[in-house]
């Protein structure tokens, strides 16, 4: 599943000894292993090898410049969401012809961006997007390729606030008015309309929905062709699940086997957009105990880093698995399970210094005594965690670190003090 795994009791990324690593780069601190990102993009490349996809790695997962280089030189593409995005993509050397651009809210400013940055598909999410979009090409003398985005009402069964693939959501647009945007738009001089895309949502943990929706937009193609309307590509999104606790989602292999029957033979140029599958696992935030406070109705472990640095259980009442980098005498290597109580356990909420009772990172967490300055680690961190932190509370940004067999890097430096107010008068 991934290369991080505890070695004569101290955890280890690849061959780093992950003590060592946080004496040296200290905590709050974000841990990817290269491995380990290779391992699960070349999975989801072999998966669906007989479409020859092109896996567009959704940047806004993990959106470091040498991890978007690492996979660059795989061979993926990119799915952006913002001119941020793009110019990122830029940056890490991406062929921008394998660069998907999706979003409901694209500024005119981002899409003169894109269309100069020569991305390879707009993603285009309504009526109005369409228009504006052809009238900046029309402007600027370019012509672009674009994809519809359906919305096809299934429901991935995710928590609500990652579910975008159903009717009601903001993102794309109905099926039942999918044809008569193609029959207004499908002919466009500038915008050439060849392209279907659908994003159920993300972090589900079945792949039958991924059938369904396919079921639906392959009919869909169907009715166009017989209006004379080709459909070239197919862009099937991200979504596809990690393990946040062990064996909980579909491998690569388990959503082929749901999507390629359906595709092969079709003559479609596939693309995919997955992030959570690469990244998640691939990275981990080590932070270290501050305090432990006990002798109330609850136990606490207060640690040094926040939801600031990680606000996936503030904001979806995510799980994550939490351990000690070092085990204690007698301890037993962990499984990354709800159900895993170490022998001698005391409960504890993981919580930060942040004025905020929303600063969890794991409630009612069997652990095995801590002390002040033990390290814990917090797994499946990868995707989701460092992109989306902040400086709530003038908190610097954690430092993140590319471990690659027994070395490190520091790919991005930890936030000072001066960070926090540059730009401000
Ligand atoms: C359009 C689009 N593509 C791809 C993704 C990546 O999703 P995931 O990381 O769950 O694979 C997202 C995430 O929200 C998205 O909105």
């Not at 940047?59 to 996979?71: D, G, T």
């Not at 992109?387 to 790919?411: C, F, G, K």
């Amino acid at each position: 599943m991934d290369y991080f795994a505890y070695k004569s009791g101290v955890l280890h990324c690849e061959d780093v000894d992950l003590t060592a690593l946080a004496a040296a780069c200290g905590t709050p601190l974000y841990v990817y292993s290269a491995a380990t990102l290779r391992r699960h993009y070349l999975a989801m490349a072999e998966a669906f090898a007989p479409l020859n996809p092109t896996i567009c790695f959704a940047i806004k997962s993990l959106a470091n410049l040498s991890i978007l280089r690492l996979l660059a030189g795989l061979g993926a593409g990119f799915d952006v969401v913002s001119g941020g995005e793009i110019f990122r993509a830029q940056k890490a050397g991406a062929d921008m012809s394998k660069v998907a651009y999706a979003g409901v809210g694209k500024t005119d400013a981002e899409i003169l961006q894109a269309l100069a940055a020569g991305v390879g598909w707009f993603n285009v999410e309504s009526e109005q997007e369409f228009e504006n979009l052809t009238r900046l090409a029309r402007q600027v003398g370019k012509t672009a390729s674009a994809a519809l985005r359906i919305n096809p009402d299934v429901d991935p069964h995710t928590h609500h606030h990652t579910t975008t693939g159903k009717k009601g959501t903001k993102f794309g647009v109905d099926l039942d008015r999918a044809e008569e945007f193609f029959a207004r738009y499908g002919r466009d001089a500038n915008v050439r309309l060849t392209g279907i895309h659908v994003h159920l949502g993300s972090a589900g943990h079945t792949a039958e929905p991924y059938g369904e929706a396919l079921t639906k937009c392959l009919a869909f193609i169907d009715r166009l062709a017989k209006k004379g309307l080709t459909i070239e590509a197919i862009n099937f999104g991200g979504g596809y699940g990690a393990d946040y606790e062990e064996g909980e989602s579909p491998t690569a292999q388990e959503y082929a086997r749901q999507i390629v029957p359906l595709l092969a033979g079709r003559g479609l140029k596939v693309l995919l957009e997955p992030g959570r599958q690469i990244g998640c696992n691939a990275g981990i935030l080590l932070t270290s105990v501050q305090y432990l406070k006990t002798g109330g109705e609850k136990n606490f472990a207060i640690v040094d880093a926040t939801m600031c640095d990680l606000i996936r259980p503030a904001l979806y009442d995510a799980w994550h698995f939490i351990y000690p980098v070092r085990l204690g005498a007698g301890q037993p290597e962990p499984h990354r399970r709800r159900d895993f109580t170490p022998p001698g356990a005391i409960t504890v909420d993981v919580v930060g210094g942040v004025c905020e009772g929303s600063d969890f990172l794991g409630k009612d967490r069997p652990l095995p005594p801590l002390k002040r300055g033990d390290l814990l680690a917090v797994f499946s961190a990868g995707a989701y965690g460092h992109v989306m932190s902040s400086q709530y509370n003038a908190r610097p940004r954690a430092a993140e670190v590319l471990v690659e067999d027994s070395a490190y890097r520091i790919i991005r430096r930890r936030e000072t003090y001066d960070d926090l107010i540059r730009g401000e008068e």
